[in-house]
C-alpha cells in the first residue's frame, strides 16, 4: 500500500475514520465537485462496509505511489482535473516551458507526460455530451451525497455533536496545511522561472542578483528540507541538479560567517539528515538512484572553508571569512567586533558536522567561543551584543534579545538539547540568562499590561528601553522548550522534575507569546512590524506585578491596541518566521488550538498582502500600517526555509518532527539529537565570578532608577511610587516586601532530620520554600534529606512551594562543597542563601582528656564546614544583581557559643568560633552586598537531636524553666527566624549575633533553677 507517511509513524485507521476523512475533503472542495469526485467517494462509502475496523484503509487504485521512481509530477494536486488556471509567462530565463499562471496547485512543468497512468494532464471528466436526464441524476445524486455530510454535521460550526461523534474541525487543518504548501509551490516556481540559481530573487521587478560571482545557492539550499518535507520530489530534483553540477564554494569572496553557516550549512547538513534517515519522503523522479553523499560532501567543503573564520587570538569567530583563502576578516563596522549572537550560534552546525565527520576540530572550535564568552563574567547571564574577536572581550554593555543577541540565548538551550541533555553546562547557562531576562528585561505596556522584554542599552543597572524587535520573539517557543525539554506539558508535568520554575516559565511563554501575536493583530494588515514600542511605568513594573491582558479582542478599535507604537522607520515587514515558530512549538507543547488559529491568521494576511501580481512570488512590505502596503520587491530566502516551514509543521501531525527527537537551527533547519559517544565531550568548565567593579556596582544599583534618585532601592517587588512628603522632593523609601523570596535559591546544610522530626535545618528549608525559594537541601544522610524534600513537595504542589532538591554530600570535603553550589547553579541558575546548620556535639572532656583526633575532626564539622561551604558559595552570589537580597549567609550557632558551661570543651569553643567568624565574614563581604549573620538556637530548642536518645519530662520542664518566657522552642521557630534573615525585610542587618532561646541568654546565671534565681534575686534586694 502506498500511502503519503513519509515518517512511517502513523497508526492504521479503522475505515470509519477514513471515511470522514474523505467526506471532509470532498466538503472542502465542494464548489469544485465533479462526477470522478462524486464516485470515488461512492466508492468509499461502498468500501467501507466490507473493510475490517483494525484494517489501514486503501486508497482508490488512481492515486499515484509516492516512492514510485517514475512519478515526477507529484507536486501538483490531485483535483487539478488536467486544466491550466492562468496563462503562461514566458521569459527567456524559464525553465518551466508551460508558465506561472497557475496559481496554486495548476502549475505543471511538463504536459508531454501523464500526471497519472490513467489520466493524461488535458484529461477531462468527460468529454461526450450526456443525456439531461443523466445529468440531473447526476446532480441530484450530489445534493442528495452532499445532504448526507450535512446530516452528519460536516459543515456545522456548532457544538453538536454528530452520530459519529467525529470533529471535522481538526480535519480542516490538514486543508490549511495544503494551503502553505500551494505558497511555497508558487514562491518557489516563481523563483525557479524568473531568478534561477541567483542568490537573490526580487519579484516585483522580477529581477535577480549573486551575493558572489557564482552565486552561493541562497534560496536553493536554505530551501531544500522544506522541499523535502512538502515531498516536492520533482523541484527537489532540480535543485539537487544545481547543487551537483553548479554549486562551488571555491570562490575568492567574502562571506558573513554567520549567515552562511546557519543557512548554508545547516541547510546541507538538514537535507543530509532528512534525506538519508526518511528516504521516502522526497524520493528523486526518473528512478536515479540517491547520493547520500552529496549534501554531507557540498557541508564538509563548506565547513571547511568556514573554520578560517574562528583564526583569531581569542577564538571569536571573525565576522566574515574569505571562501577561497579561508582567511578571517574583521566586520568593517561595529568597531570590527563580531555580534554575540552570530558568535555564539555556529555551535549546533559546526558539532554537527564533527559528529558526522568524526572530526573533532570542528567541535573544538565551536565550543571554544561559548568558554571566551563566558570567560567575561558575563552577569546574571546577560551578554552584552558586540564581542572582539582580536581580545575576546565585549565591546560595550548594551544588552537586547533581538538583533545581534537574540540567537546566542537560543543555542544555550539547544546545545544541551542536541546532545541529549550530557552537557549540563550549556543548560546552566541557559538557566542563569532566563534568569537574568526575567530579572531585569521583562515589563508591561501601558495601560493595557502586555508581556515583552525590553532593552539595557546601558547593561544591568541602565534604564529600561520599552523597545522590542519582532526578531525577539523566538523567546516564547524557547522559554517553553527549556521548561519541557520537547516533550508535551502534560508529558512533563508527570516527571519529578516539573514544579514552581517550570509552571512560572509556561505562564511567561504563554503571556509573551500572545504579546507577539498582537503585533500582528494590532495593525491594518494583520502583519507585525519590524519592531514595536511601549509605554512602561516609571520606575516600570518588574514580572509578576501586572496581570497581561485576557484575550485580544479582534475589534479595529480594541482598546489592547493603543499600547502598541510603531514608528514608520519600523513599520516594514521583512516575512520574519519567529512568531509563527513559536506558535508552532506552543501548538505542540500545549496543544492549545488558539495557536493553530493566530498562525491561521497570520498567514492569511500574508497572502492577502505580501503575494505578489501574477503569480510572481511573495515580497516583504514597506508600511503594515498601511492599506495597500506598498511591496519592498524582496523574497526573503528564509520566507522559503522558515516562515513557510513552520506554518507547515504548525498545521502538520505532532509526529512530524517530533520537538523531543530534533533540535532546529536558528534557520529551522532541523538536526537530530545525538549522544556523545567516547570521542566527543564539554572541553570547558566554568570559572568562578569575581565581583564587578565599584563603577559597575553603580550602574547595577541604579537598574530601575529615576535620574533624580540615583540611590533609590531597585527591589524587584518594591513599588517605588512617587509622592511627596511634606511638600519636600524626597520620595518615600521602597516598602519591603514579603515576597522576596520568590524565585531565590537556598542552600541548607543539615536540612535532614530523624524520621518526621523537625530539626533545625528541616524546618528552615521547609519554611524557605514556603516563601517561594527553591532549596537546596544538604544532608550527608540521604533518606533524611529526600524526607524533607519530599514534605516541600507534597505541601508546596497545591501552596506554591519553590522547588526542593537533595544533595548528598559531605561538606567538611573542599570538592563536596564545590559540587553542591555546582549543583544549585546547575539547578536553579544562582545562588541567594546560605543556611550553615551542621554541627555536631563532639567529644568529651576538657583539654586534659579531650582526644587531639576527635578535636580535629568535631572543629571540621561545627566550624571549616561553614566557611568551605561560603568560600564557593559567595563567588555564586556576587553573579546576582545587585540589591538588598545579593545574598545572605545564616550561620547557626548556640547558647554555649556564648555562655559556655558545656561538659565538653569542644563543642562551646567551636561555636564560640562560629560568633566572630560571623562577624568576620560580615566585614569582609559587605561590600559586595552579602549579609552574614549568626542564629543562636542550638540546643535550647526541643528537635530530634535533642530528644532522640531520651528526654524525661523533668528534664524537659526544666529546659523550659531556664528561660525568661518559660515556654519550649521548635525547630520553627529557628526556620521563621532563618526566613527572616534571608529575606529582604532584614536587608539592614549584618554581622548580628541573634538568640533565639526565649530569653535564655538575657537571664543571670541561667543555668540555675528557678528557686534559686529567685533566692539569689531576694538576697539582692536586701
Same mark, same amino acid.
Given at each position: ?5 513519509? %515518517? ?20 472542502? @472542495? ?244 532528512? @534525506? ?20 554531507? *560532501? ?88 558586540? !564581542? ?85 520573539? %523566538? ?41 507577539? %501575536? ?70 505542540? !507543547? ?12 497570520? %498567514? ?31 523574497? *526573503? ?38 549522544? =556523545? ?54 520620595? !518615600? ?33 521547609? =519554611? =524557605?520554600? *514556603? ?138 569553643? @567551636? ?112
Amino acid at each position: 500500500m502506498n500511502t503519503r507517511d513519509p %515518517f512511517g509513524l502513523h497508526h492504521k485507521t479503522s475505515a470509519l475514520a477514513i471515511l470522514q476523512s474523505k467526506a471532509s475533503v470532498a466538503a472542502n @472542495s465542494a464548489a469544485a465537485f465533479s462526477l470522478q469526485t462524486f464516485e470515488t467517494g461512492k466508492q468509499v462509502l461502498e468500501d467501507s462496509g466490507v473493510l475490517p475496523d483494525d484494517m489501514s484503509f486503501s486508497l482508490p487504485n488512481n492515486i499515484p505511489s509516492f516512492t514510485n521512481p517514475q512519478r515526477r509530477f507529484e507536486d501538483s494536486r490531485w483535483g487539478s482535473s488536467g486544466t491550466v488556471h492562468g496563462q503562461p509567462s514566458g521569459g527567456a530565463g524559464s525553465r518551466t516551458g508551460g508558465g506561472l499562471g497557475s496559481g496554486f496547485g495548476g502549475y505543471f512543468k511538463d504536459k508531454d507526460l501523464p500526471l497519472y497512468k490513467d489520466k493524461p494532464f488535458t484529461y477531462a471528466a468527460s468529454r461526450r455530451k450526456r443525456s439531461l436526464w443523466r445529468r440531473k441524476r447526476v446532480f441530484a445524486g450530489i445534493v442528495l451525497f452532499l445532504g448526507l455530510l450535512y446530516w452528519l454535521g460536516l459543515f456545522s460550526r456548532s457544538e453538536r455533536k454528530s452520530m459519529w461523534n467525529w470533529q471535522p474541525e481538526a480535519l480542516d487543518w490538514d486543508r490549511r496545511r495544503e494551503r502553505v504548501r500551494d505558497a511555497f509551490i508558487l514562491s518557489w516556481d516563481a523563483y525557479e522561472h524568473y531568478a534561477w540559481g541567483f542568490d537573490e530573487y526580487h519579484p516585483t521587478s522580477k529581477k535577480s542578483r549573486q551575493m558572489v560571482p557564482k552565486g552561493l545557492g541562497w534560496i536553493i539550499v536554505d530551501s531544500l528540507d522544506t522541499m523535502i518535507l512538502m515531498n516536492l520530489t520533482s523541484r527537489l530534483s532540480n535543485a539537487r541538479e544545481w547543487i551537483s553540477t553548479s554549486l562551488d564554494y571555491n570562490q575568492d569572496s567574502n562571506v558573513n560567517t554567520f549567515e552562511t553557516t546557519i543557512r548554508m550549512l545547516g541547510g546541507l547538513l538538514s537535507a543530509h539528515y532528512l @534525506s538519508t534517515t526518511f528516504p521516502e519522503m522526497a524520493p528523486l523522479v526518473g528512478g536515479g538512484k540517491i547520493d547520500e553523499d552529496l549534501y554531507l *560532501e557540498k557541508a564538509i567543503d563548506l565547513a571547511e572553508r568556514l573554520m578560517g573564520a574562528y583564526e583569531s587570538p581569542s577564538g571569536i569567530p571573525y565576522a566574515s571569512v574569505n571562501l577561497k583563502t579561508m582567511e578571517g576578516i574583521p566586520s568593517h563596522v561595529d568597531g570590527g567586533a563580531s555580534s554575540t549572537a552570530e558568535a555564539g550560534s555556529l555551535q549546533l552546525e559546526m558539532k554537527y558536522v564533527a559528529k558526522l565527520t568524526g572530526e573533532k576540530a570542528y567541535w573544538d572550535k565551536a565550543e571554544k567561543v561559548m568558554q571566551v564568552i563566558d570567560d567575561n563574567s558575563v552577569q546574571d547571564g546577560l551578554a552584552p551584543i558586540f !564581542i572582539y574577536a582580536t581580545t575576546g572581550e565585549f565591546r560595550d554593555s548594551t544588552i537586547r534579545l533581538g538583533s545581534r543577541g537574540d540567537s546566542y540565548y537560543e543555542y544555550l538551550l539547544k546545545q544541551y538539547l542536541q546532545t541529549s541533555e550530557q552537557e549540563p553546562i550549556y543548560r546552566d547557562m541557559y538557566d542563569q540568562a532566563l534568569s537574568g531576562v526575567r530579572r531585569h528585561m521583562i515589563t508591561y505596556s501601558k495601560p493595557s499590561h502586555h508581556t515583552f522584554i525590553a532593552e539595557l542599552p546601558q547593561g544591568i543597572g541602565g534604564e529600561l528601553s520599552p523597545k522590542m524587535d519582532h526578531l525577539v520573539c %523566538f523567546m516564547p517557543g524557547t522559554i517553553a522548550l527549556g521548561a519541557t525539554g520537547g516533550l508535551t506539558e502534560a508529558e512533563a508535568k508527570r516527571l519529578p522534575t516539573w514544579g514552581k520554575k517550570q509552571e512560572d516559565e509556561m505562564r511567561l511563554a504563554r503571556e509573551l507569546m500572545q504579546t507577539c %501575536f498582537g503585533m500582528y493583530r494590532a495593525t491594518l494588515t494583520g502583519l507585525a512590524p519590524e519592531i514595536a514600542w511601549f509605554e512602561i511605568d516609571d520606575p516600570p513594573l518588574h514580572e509578576g506585578e501586572a496581570t497581561p491582558p485576557d484575550n485580544l479582542s479582534a475589534d479595529i478599535d480594541a482598546d489592547w491596541k493603543q499600547d502598541y507604537i510603531i514608528k514608520d522607520g519600523d513599520a516594514h515587514n521583512l516575512q520574519r518566521p519567529e512568531t509563527v515558530e513559536s506558535l508552532f512549538i506552543l501548538w505542540r !507543547i500545549t496543544g492549545d488550538t488558539r495557536y493553530r488559529e493566530w498562525g491561521w491568521e497570520i %498567514f492569511e494576511s500574508f497572502e492577502k498582502y505580501s503575494r505578489v501580481a501574477n503569480d510572481a512570488g511573495f515580497t516583504s512590505l514597506d508600511n503594515v500600517k498601511e492599506i495597500p502596503p506598498t511591496q519592498r520587491d524582496n523574497m *526573503e530566502s528564509f520566507w522559503l526555509a522558515e516562515t513557510l516551514k513552520y506554518f507547515y509543521l504548525l498545521f502538520s501531525p505532532n509526529d512530524i518532527l517530533p520537538l523531543d527527537k530534533v533540535v532546529f537551527n536558528t534557520e529551522a533547519h532541523p538536526f537530530p539529537r545525538f549522544e =556523545l559517544g567516547k570521542l566527543f565531550k564539554t572541553g570547558w568548565e566554568r570559572k568562578p565570578r569575581a565581583w564587578t567593579s565599584a563603577a559597575s556596582t553603580e550602574q547595577v544599583m541604579s537598574r530601575s532608577i529615576l535620574a533624580s534618585n540615583p540611590t533609590q532601592s531597585t527591589s524587584a517587588t518594591a513599588r517605588a511610587t512617587r509622592h511627596r512628603l511634606n511638600n519636600q522632593d524626597e520620595p !518615600i523609601p521602597p516598602r519591603p516586601s514579603r515576597h522576596s523570596l520568590r524565585n531565590k535559591v537556598a542552600i541548607v546544610t543539615g536540612a535532614g532530620s530523624r524520621s518526621n522530626g523537625i530539626g533545625n535545618g528541616r524546618a528552615s528549608a521547609v =519554611l =524557605l520554600a *514556603e516563601a517561594g525559594c527553591n532549596v537546596v537541601c544538604v544532608d550527608l544522610n540521604l533518606p533524611w534529606a529526600e524526607r524533607t524534600v519530599q514534605m516541600i513537595n507534597d505541601e508546596g504542589r497545591e501552596a506554591g512551594f519553590g522547588n526542593a532538591v537533595v544533595v548528598c554530600a559531605d561538606v567538611t570535603q573542599a570538592e563536596e562543597c564545590e559540587r553542591v553550589v555546582r549543583e544549585a547553579v546547575r539547578r536553579f541558575g544562582r545562588v541567594d542563601v546560605l543556611v550553615n546548620n551542621v554541627g555536631v556535639g563532639g567529644p568529651p572532656g576538657d583539654a586534659t582528656t579531650v582526644k587531639p583526633s576527635e578535636w580535629v575532626k568535631g572543629l571540621q564539622v561545627n566550624v571549616t564546614s561553614m566557611m568551605l561551604m561560603a568560600k564557593y558559595a559567595i563567588p555564586a552570589m556576587q553573579r546576582n544583581k545587585r540589591g538588598p537580597l545579593r545574598g545572605s549567609i545564616i550561620n547557626i550557632g548556640s547558647v554555649a557559643g556564648l555562655k559556655g558551661g558545656s561538659p565538653g570543651l569542644l563543642y562551646p569553643t @567551636s561555636k564560640g568560633a562560629i560568633t566572630n567568624m560571623t562577624r568576620a565574614m560580615a566585614a569582609h563581604h559587605a561590600p559586595a552586598g552579602i549579609r552574614v549573620n549568626c542564629l543562636i538556637a542550638k540546643g535550647m530548642l526541643y528537635t530530634p537531636m535533642m530528644y532522640h536518645n531520651g528526654m524525661t519530662p523533668q528534664a524537659r520542664e526544666a529546659r523550659r524553666q531556664r528561660s525568661l518566657l518559660k515556654t519550649e522552642g521548635y525547630g520553627w521557630d529557628c526556620g521563621a527566624a532563618v526566613r527572616w534573615l534571608a529575606s529582604e525585610e532584614a536587608r539592614w542587618v549584618t554581622g548580628v549575633i541573634l538568640p533565639v532561646d526565649a530569653g535564655v541568654t538575657a537571664a543571670v546565671e541561667t543555668d540555675l533553677p528557678e528557686a534559686s534565681i529567685m533566692k539569689a534575686v531576694e538576697k539582692a534586694k536586701l
